[in-house]
């Protein structure tokens, strides 16, 4: 939060946060001007950092730094917000900065002033209630968080401290790919969900088909549960045997293109894939199965 220089003539000069320079300022006999204060207030309600500049005992000038928030930024954490994942700035600047660049990126909350200790604490406190934490950074301050995050994505344009500590790390340097590394990890996942939702509904629904027909004779009771009315017991498994040979392949495309996300929350997602794949599981083995077997009965 503060550094300069030493001169040969005895100078010294320091740039750094407000409050670090109104202590170099006053332990060096100086007054820190109010008017610097306002200058402060002023560039950090702008949105941009205030560097104070001292030379011993007075205040030289602000130099308002200012972070520039990419195109679309905005959007993508809304993407993020939709999925149910809530975003925090975690920054060194005065809340007043903090505040300015969370309301314009679109971020859903901020800690301002943070130490590397303070963005250490802040993990481990969300860990321990049971979430999963990812972290971005590109600063030397950021390393040891990054390594307890459960996922740290460092930046490359970072230091190397970072680029270690994290688990990845973004070749382009861009805040939000945190959003494309989720959306490709829920994909994996969704899509595994949807095959073994579709696959378990889908044999449920064949033996539901197939049974009644090949122990109908043994069982008359299971005359009530036959509503395919399948040829013999015969046709009905050499049906469902075609109809899996059918289905198989047909699953594959499908399984490598994935399943087209939406940014839904987990539980929406699951809602879906039940009724969509669940369902469809159930229903399609009925028609196709009673269609193979009208075949084979005029084959056979």
């Known amino acids: 939060r503060l550094s300069g220089i030493d001169q040969p003539d005895g100078r010294r000069i320091r740039k750094g946060a407000p409050d670090a320079i109104r202590r170099f300022v006053t332990e060096n006999g100086g007054a820190y001007p109010d008017e610097t204060t306002a200058l402060v207030e002023r560039v950090a309600r702008g949105g941009a950092t205030p560097l104070v500049v001292a030379e011993d005992d007075r205040v030289l000038g602000v130099v308002p730094l200012s972070d520039i ?39 859903a909350d901020y800690i301002a002033e943070a130490t590397p200790e303070d963005k250490l604490e802040y993990i481990r406190c969300e860990q321990a209630q049971g979430r999963l934490v990812a972290m971005m950074g590109d600063g030397t301050n950021d390393a040891p968080a990054l390594a307890q995050a459960d996922l740290g994505l460092a930046m490359n344009s970072g230091t190397q401290a970072a680029k270690e500590a994290g688990n990845m790390v973004d070749l382009d340097s861009d805040p939000t790919k945190l959003l494309e590394v989720v959306e490709i990890g829920k994909q994996l996942l969704v899509t595994r969900g949807a095959l073994t939702t579709f696959s378990l509904a889908n044999d449920v629904a064949k033996y539901f088909a197939i049974l009644p027909a090949i122990f109908i004779a043994s069982v008359p ?3 009530a549960l036959d509503i395919m009315q399948l040829n013999s017991p015969a046709t009905a498994v050499l049906a469902a045997v075609i109809f899996n040979a059918l289905v198989i392949p047909a699953l594959i ?16 997602l699951l809602r879906r894939n039940l009724l969509i794949y669940g369902l469809g599981g159930l229903l399609l083995p009925f028609p196709a199965i009673k269609l193979i077997d009208l075949g084979l009965g005029l084959v056979m």
């Open 253 to 268: 495309p499908f399984a490598l293109r994935g399943v087209s996300l939406r940014p839904l929350s987990a539980d929406a």
């Open 69 to 107: 928030i990419k195109s679309g930024i905005k959007e993508r954490f809304q993407r993020l917000h939709a999925m149910g994942i809530r975003t925090v700035l975690i920054t060194g600047d005065n809340p007043l900065t903090a505040a300015a660049i969370a309301a314009e990126a679109g971020v």
């Open 221 to 223: 009771a299971m005359q």
